[in-house]
């Protein structure tokens, strides 16, 4: 006999079935679109939530921090030495377009921060941000400081752990540039993926 309605306990079962299904990931997908929003098209008031405070370590062991290069735009790029693949494009990139920028990139200080502090020592990372370009500094840190800066930025960062028994790792890490403004403030954000020329052309409308 149909039940209510109708409809065969059968079909209302399926029915819930289904919207149990759909609505988490209905849920998972607008949270990501909300924060996707708040990071590269919120409003002014949003954007000012990202950047901060920070204490680093560069190459030479000297102290880095928000306020080491006065009057100057950051772009910073977060990654590691060992990253396979989107790491080294992306500071190929950026080596690209501050040449591009010529004269006008003596505004601009280029930063590669490290989320894998473990390894990259200050050392390795100047050694290894020299490999594209003398402009680029390198900074590493204590692991607090390190989550600190991902928190300030809103870095996300997973360790994936390598085969049984070899004991190395990988790390999934958001991929995108920040520019920040001389006084701190977060100006806009481009994804890694842009070509150095891109980049050189997005910046020189911002940096006179």
Same mark, same amino acid.
Do not use: W
């Given at each position: ?23 988490? =990931?209905?849920?998972?997908?607008? +949270? ?17 939530? @990202? ?10 062991? #000297? ?21 396979? #693949?989107?790491?080294?494009? =992306? ?7 501050? =040449? #591009?920028? %010529? ?27 020299? $490999? ?6 390198? +900074?590493?840190?204590? &692991?607090?400081?390190? /989550?600190? @800066?991902?928190? /300030? ?8 752990? %390598?085969?049984?028994? $070899?004991? %190395? ?6 991929? &995108? ?5 001389? #006084? ?8 890694? /993926? /842009?070509? %150095? &020329?891109?980049? &050189? ?8």
């Amino acid at each position: 006999m149909a039940g209510p309605r109708g409809k065969k306990p059968e079909a209302r079962k399926a029915g819930r079935r289904a919207l149990f299904i759909v609505l988490p =990931a209905t849920l998972a997908l607008l +949270l990501l679109a909300f924060l996707l929003l708040r990071l590269f098209g919120g409003t002014a008031q949003q954007s000012a939530r @990202v950047g901060g405070a920070f204490r680093l370590t560069a190459g030479n062991g #000297d102290i880095v921090t928000q306020r080491s290069f006065p009057g100057k735009y950051k772009l910073i790029y977060f990654g590691y030495t060992s990253c396979p #693949d989107v790491c080294p494009i =992306a500071l190929a990139d950026i080596a690209a377009a501050l =040449a #591009d920028l %010529g004269p006008r990139a003596a505004r601009v200080q280029a930063l590669f921060i490290t989320v894998d502090p473990k390894r990259d020592t200050p050392a390795l990372m100047r050694k290894y941000v020299r $490999q594209f370009s003398p402009a680029i500094l390198g +900074l590493t840190g204590s &692991a607090a400081a390190i /989550e600190a @800066v991902e928190r /300030e930025y809103r870095v996300s960062v997973a360790i994936v752990p %390598g085969p049984a028994g $070899q004991g %190395g790792y990988t790390i999934e890490h958001s991929a &995108a540039l920040y520019l920040m403004a001389p #006084d701190g403030s977060f100006v806009t954000a481009f994804q890694a /993926e /842009e070509s %150095g &020329a891109a980049l &050189a052309a997005a910046i020189g409308k911002i940096v006179s």
